[in-house]
């Protein structure tokens, strides 16, 4: 099973999440996500798939900061986790996808081990956040299984 952990501020990046999502069921991969992620209800033998907006000066979305506090404080083992990150950030900014690179870090210090690059989504450009993610999400579950 994908664990998908979403950091939302203003609802593109949850959106994005429910696309992949469906896009998984369809294609009969089990998903579930994680809309207020906490370490303690997210498996770590399952790959991970952190799917984040970025907002302000880089920071992280409220609904994923605590799971981001946890990470640092705690330093849990998660050297049997697998993952990748979607980020979407707003390139005029020169934070442009922060928070995706703050979580990515987070849990490799836990021991974590990414699979590929992040997908950094610049919602300047005209391709829909969804549509990006969807066509990068074959390169990850080719990873993930």
Same mark, same amino acid.
């Given at each position: 099973?994908?664990?998908?952990? +979403?950091? $939302?501020?203003?609802?593109?990046?949850?959106?994005?999440? =429910?696309?992949v999502? =469906?896009t998984?069921? &369809?294609?009969? +991969?089990?998903?579930?996500?994680?809309?207020?992620? =906490?370490?303690?209800?997210?498996?770590? $033998?399952?790959?991970?798939?952190?799917? /984040?907006? /970025?907002?302000?000066?880089?920071?992280?979305?409220?609904?994923?900061? %605590?799971?981001?506090?946890?990470?640092?404080?705690?330093? %849990?083992?998660? /050297?049997? +986790?697998?993952?990748a +990150?979607? /980020?979407?950030?707003?390139? $005029?900014?020169?934070?442009?996808?922060?928070?995706?690179?703050? &979580?990515?870090?987070?849990?490799?210090?836990?021991?974590?081990?990414?699979?590929?690059?992040?997908?950094?989504?610049?919602?300047?450009?005209?391709?829909? %956040?969804?549509?990006?993610?969807?066509?990068?999400? %074959?390169?990850?579950?080719?990873? $993930?299984?």
């Amino acid at each position: 099973m994908i664990q998908i952990l +979403v950091g $939302s501020q203003m609802g593109a990046a949850e959106y994005v999440a =429910e696309q992949v999502a =469906e896009t998984m069921a &369809l294609g009969g +991969v089990e998903a579930k996500l994680h809309l207020a992620p =906490e370490l303690d209800h997210i498996a770590a $033998s399952d790959s991970w798939l952190v799917i /984040t907006s /970025t907002y302000g000066a880089g920071d992280l979305p409220d609904n994923i900061q %605590p799971f981001a506090d946890r990470l640092a404080q705690d330093q %849990p083992d998660l /050297t049997t +986790v697998s993952f990748a +990150v979607i /980020t979407l950030g707003d390139s $005029s900014y020169d934070t442009f996808c922060q928070a995706g690179r703050t &979580l990515s870090s987070l849990l490799q210090q836990c021991g974590a081990k990414l699979l590929l690059p992040a997908l950094e989504i610049d919602v300047q450009q005209p391709d829909l %956040p969804e549509d990006q993610a969807i066509a990068w999400l %074959p390169n990850y579950l080719q990873l $993930s299984r």
